[in-house]
């Protein structure tokens, strides 16, 4: 009964973890530029990501290490530490775009300019932080990304041509602007394989005590919590298919375009449905973002660290998360468009996708570290052909836009 719990728990937490800003924005640019035709990436992301989350867990149950302590103890300093610099820099930029979704959704409820709500977000973040469990975190502010449902919901009441929307699911190419296309297929896997959760679901996984006896509840999480945060992101790119074009939108240039997805489906209330549930997700992820940021950090230097004890006893834990907080709100707080940082950061992500993935295949396939659980061939292939499409991709795409913008 109690790993049933967890697994729906796990479920839950998927909501507020995997869906975020990233998510959202890169959703919602793919379905108004290219329709249902991107569905696709949403799925050879999430295919990666239930691989790599159930790899994490695994790895912490079968060697009792978290990634950051692996990567150390097999590879010695300098790769460790190349690693967790590049980690730390494309986590701070992640941190900044979530920082910046609450905020945005702070704007829309109120009027209030986002600017102005940089400061008061990173402190309620650091404050939950600073006061809060682990179990709060994980289950207890990312259960409330329940309401991000909505835009499933949505879908249903707008009935898409569900013949289109299978189409979508093959992977496929446009005949104008590949570039562009591609580009917004490595922002939906930049944001679909965030390393930030690998570090913060094995940390979890050792927070929690978890056993031999978790393998099966560690893969029910992995399969079903992130597919189920999936949907939630083809939900909104369906809806955006829908609704963008027709009114004369095929590319997204603020998060005000994006608030009004939810509106044809509910009406007036949908830009408060979709205020809620930016904020709510984004809060999430922010919270574990920043917890993941100290995690590997704390842990890959040996010093002390849980988010269940208190401050005073693991002093440095608690410095890495302030830090990155404060660094995180400048971007916010001095106006950078929160869209463009998003888009721009999840492409960074994609980048650097190998020299945190690379390391943790090696690993997962090394039996000195968890013996008998090795992984399959399947597996690895997955991970290998996802991730080096994702780099390659990025490499050759992101440039080029930047140069292009």
Known sequence: MKKLLQISLGVVTSIGGFLETGNIATASQAGAAYGFTPLWAIVLGTI????????????????HYTIADGIRARFGSNIFLLTVAIAFIVNLLVLAAEIGGVSLALQFLTGVKFQWWSLPVTFAVWLLLWRGTFGLIENGISSLGLIAL???????????????????MVPTLPREDPLHYSFIVVGILGALISPYLLYFYSSGAIEDKWDKS??????????????????????????????????????????????MILTPAFGKWGLYLFATSLGITCLGATLEVGLAQAYQVAQGFGWNWSEDAKPKDNPAFCLVYTASLLIAMIPIAVGIDPLKLTIFSMAITA???????????????????????????????????????????????????????
């Not at 835009?151 to 929307?165: G, L, Q, T």
């Open 48 to 63: 990666c990501v239930i691989f790599l989350v159930e790899m994490s867990g695994r790895f912490a149950i079968a060697s």
């Open 150 to 168: 909505s835009f499933v919901v949505a879908v249903f009441v707008m009935r898409p041509p569900w013949d289109e929307v299978a189409k979508g």
């Open 351 to 405: 980048i650097s996708l190998p020299f945190g993935v690379v390391p943790f295949l090696i690993l997962m396939n090394d039996p000195i570290y968890v013996g008998e659980h090795r992984n399959g061939w399947v597996g690895n292939a997955a991970v290998v052909f996802i991730v080096a499409m994702a780099f390659v991709l990025s490499i050759v795409t992101t440039p080029l836009e930047i140069l292009g913008a």
């Open 214 to 259: 978790y393998f099966g509840a560690n893969r029910a999480i992995a399969i079903i919590g992130m597919s189920f945060g999936a949907i939630i992101t083809a939900a909104i790119m369906i809806l955006a298919a829908m609704i963008y074009p027709a009114g004369g939108i095929e590319d997204i240039e603020g998060y005000e375009q994006i608030a």
